[in-house]
């Protein structure tokens, strides 16, 4: 497989900072940096990690399952993170992730049919401070009520959306 | 930057760059006291830094409040084996937020403190941990290991001392589990990340089978002050035992929740309403959740409590990870307990079955209650199953998900009874699913 000479970079990078004979140690960054780059976990995949870390496919296969954030199948362009746990909960979250549902025509883990949109309820994110939180792929949203979660969506929709970690 | 406004009251020591320009860059560091610790700890035996943190009174900020400096101690120096410096950025704990804010903020207070734990068993490698969430963290870390190495506080022979250090950042990928430090290890090693007999705890046998000093982020950012200004100076910030000050992260019903970074020891009450500023909309205080969802909750009459490791662990609760849930007096602790086991029944990596079965049919059990199938004897079989999970699993997650189970129980049982009444008069019972 080929990837981009960032992600080559990163992995030539991940390859070195781990003991000699350790390179397993590698598996779980490369899933994960080479998701984002391709979309998702293909088998392809696995089998060009195992034989950069040298282990077997299986070893690879093996921790795709336990890590949530690993996908066999591909999320949206947008990955829609919901954070549900108690701080959030305790400010409105519940509420947010029904209106989340419903604004979307999502259920949880569902992608919208044109690819844009994917949405998911999830464990907490590490913003409890600044609740309600969510996150569209790794872009921070603090604070967020279910008219700023709207016009969060309305501009993935009409691709004015922009990065910004709160 | 912050997401927050400070208070007055705060007293800043470990978050005191937080608000300079360009907070993260190595020369604003290097001319608001950084890596002076260091340079002094190079001129340290190893004995002596650690005598030092033991003075010092730091404890463990990821949870278990376990003494810093004896943890070092721990670590075997003469194996011929090499040795690893791991850092805990997992940060996963629900209600706990500030990790995030010193990586974010002030990465190479964290380096510097990481390089000294490095000196003290002379290991040459060391890995910051960062769950994959914090992905924009890993840039910003990243990008500061870059400026030590170019300034010579990373790579070769570390200002001329003749010992060589590397960090390297790693990304987790989503598991709570990791955050425990046999596990954290596992997921290191490219595995799935389920925990380790014990002992050997990691500090004789940890990462790569080699002995390991494994601290959360903010223990290893409080390091640098402790060797700037003295171990006596921080244990005089704190109370007994319990050294320094800790970010405090209050979320939930408070006017200003907020990451605060007050005294060890701080009275809960005063943290409420002198820096948060009271309970939101006028309403009355229920209960708080002191240390992050693990711990169990203390309710309002409970809460005139200083907030140290030994205050809590005598109120039958712990000061955990330092994340504060404030609840008010409208919150449906039915839904706080349902929601807390989901999460610890999501998280459970399967490994022990007390764990794995337990908090799935807990969740169950308070899935069915919520949703108005609950039975009497439901309040007391919770109880019963949380009580068989406690010390029977490798890990502490069954313990995570059983103490404050139980916590809700003991302490709200009212309002499993009324949740009872309340379902019995509008709905009928269903059958009993097996659970």
């Given at each position: ?71 066999r199948k591909p999320l ?91 | ?367 069915r209650f919520h949703d ?58 269903p059958e009993l699913a097996?659970?």
């Amino acid at each position: 497989m080929t990837f981009s000479p960032e992600l080559e970079a990163r992995f030539a990078k991940l390859l070195e900072s781990y003991p000699t004979g350790r390179q397993r140690s590698a598996v779980v960054p490369m899933l994960l940096y080479a998701q984002d780059e391709i979309g998702c976990v293909t088998q392809e995949l696995v089998e060009e990690v195992a034989h950069r870390c040298g282990v077997t496919p299986l070893q690879v296969d093996e921790v795709i399952g336990y890590y949530s954030m690993l996908h066999r199948k591909p999320l949206g362009k947008y990955h829609v993170q919901v954070c549900t746990n108690i701080a959030c909960q305790a400010v409105g979250a519940e509420e947010l992730w029904d209106h989340a549902c419903e604004r979307l025509r999502l259920g949880n883990k569902e992608v919208s049919p044109d690819g844009l949109i994917s949405l998911e309820e999830v464990e907490c994110l590490g913003a409890c401070s600044w609740a309600p939180a969510i996150q569209i792929n790794y872009d921070f949203h603090h604070h967020v009520t279910p008219e700023r979660f709207d016009r969060l969506m309305d501009a993935l929709a009409n691709g004015s959306y922009s990065k910004k970690a709160s | 930057m912050r997401y927050n406004e400070p208070s007055p009251l705060e007293q800043m020591i470990i978050s005191y760059r937080f608000d300079l320009p360009n907070s993260t860059s190595i020369d604003t560091y290097l001319a608001n006291d950084g890596y002076v610790a260091v340079k002094k700890a190079l001129a340290m035996t190893p004995e002596a830094i650690i005598e030092e943190l033991k003075v010092s009174s730091l404890r463990g900020r990821g949870g278990a409040g376990f003494p810093t400096g004896m943890k070092w101690s721990f670590v075997p120096r003469n194996t011929g084996k090499p040795t690893y410096v791991i850092c805990n950025s997992d940060e996963s704990e629900p209600g706990t937020c500030k990790d995030r804010l010193l990586m974010e903020n002030d990465p190479h207070q964290l380096i510097e403190g990481m390089l000294i734990a490095g000196w003290t068993i002379k290991s040459n490698k060391g890995y910051i941990f960062i769950r994959g969430e914090y992905r924009y963290l890993i840039e910003i870390v990243d990008r500061a290991i870059a400026e030590a190495y170019e300034r010579g506080y990373l790579g070769k022979n570390i200002l001329g001392s003749g010992w060589d250090f590397d960090v390297y950042t790693h990304t987790g990928a989503g598991a709570y589990e990791c955050g425990e430090e046999s596990a954290l290890l596992e997921s290191l090693e490219g595995k799935r990340g389920i925990p380790r007999l014990k002992p050997p705890f990691p500090a004789v046998v940890g990462a790569f089978q080699s002995p390991t000093i494994l601290n959360n982020c903010e223990t290893y950012s409080a390091v640098p002050w402790i060797f700037r200004n003295g171990g006596a100076a921080y244990a005089a910030l704190g109370t007994p035992k319990n050294g320094g000050t800790r970010l405090m992260c209050v979320s939930g019903h408070v006017n200003k929740p907020g990451v605060y970074e007050l005294p060890m020891g701080f009275p809960l009450m005063r943290l409420i309403n002198e820096i948060c500023g009271g309970i939101r909309n006028g309403k009355k205080l229920k209960a708080v959740i002191p240390g992050g969802s693990s711990s169990p909750i203390l309710k309002a009459e409970e809460c005139d409590i200083p907030l140290d490791f030994d205050s809590l662990a005598k109120a039958k609760t712990m000061a955990g990870s330092g994340g504060l849930v404030v609840l008010d007096e409208d919150t449906d602790i039915v839904a706080v307990a349902l929601r807390t086991i989901k999460f610890y029944a999501h998280e459970s990596c399967g490994w022990c079955i007390p764990c794995r079965e337990g908090t799935t049919w807990l969740k169950k059990i308070l899935s069915r209650f919520h949703d108005g199938g609950g039975l009497q004897s439901d309040i007391d079989l919770i109880g019963e199953l949380a009580g068989n999970m406690l010390g029977r699993t490798f890990c502490a997650l069954g313990d995570a998900a059983a103490m404050p189970t139980a916590a809700f129980i003991a302490k709200f049982r009212g309002e499993f009874e009324a949740y009872l009444n309340k379902s019995r008069s509008t709905q009928s019972v269903p059958e009993l699913a097996v659970v």
